[in-house]
Nanobody, 127 residues
Framework: VQLQASGGGLVQPGGSLRLSCVVS????????IGWFRQAPGKEREGVSS????????YYADSIKGRFTISRDSAKNTVYLQMNSLKPEDTAVYSC?????????????????????WGKGTLVTVSS
């Protein structure tokens, strides 16, 4: 499974960006995609996740109401629409793929719960 994140860039506070994560490889190896971010000097944190089977989603409290995760199955792409961006959203954003079974518990949101990772894309929010 390979993942490619794109769409990062420089944006002013209050602006918007849409990140894309194109996934390729064996579809039987994953059914959930997560977006993560890592700011300089900080640990990687889960931002948002989506389950392909039941459409369940997860949003971190820090971005709830501002970011939206979605999926285009025909394009094998997961998007992260980011609105009302703040300077504290500045980070390298990465996407990851893994397996999720609802019976196991909540939709995966921690790095160790994902098996496949792509390279990140830098988002800088600054005036």
């Amino acid at each position: 499974v390979q993942l490619q994140a794109s769409g990062g860039g420089l944006v002013q506070p209050g602006g918007s960006l849409r990140l894309s994560c194109v996934v390729s490889g064996s579809p039987s190896a994953y059914n959930a995609i997560g977006w993560f971010r890592q700011a300089p000097g900080k640990e990687r944190e889960g931002v948002s996740s989506i389950s392909f089977g039941d459409g369940a989603t997860y949003y971190a409290d820090s971005i709830k109401g501002r970011f939206t995760i979605s999926r285009d199955s025909a394009k094998n792409t997961v998007y992260l629409q980011m609105n009302s961006l703040k300077p504290e959203d500045t980070a390298v954003y990465s996407c990851a793929a893994g397996l999720y079974v609802a019976a196991w518990g909540p939709i995966p949101r921690r790095p160790y719960e994902y098996d496949y990772w792509g390279k990140g894309t830098l988002v800088t929010v600054s005036s």
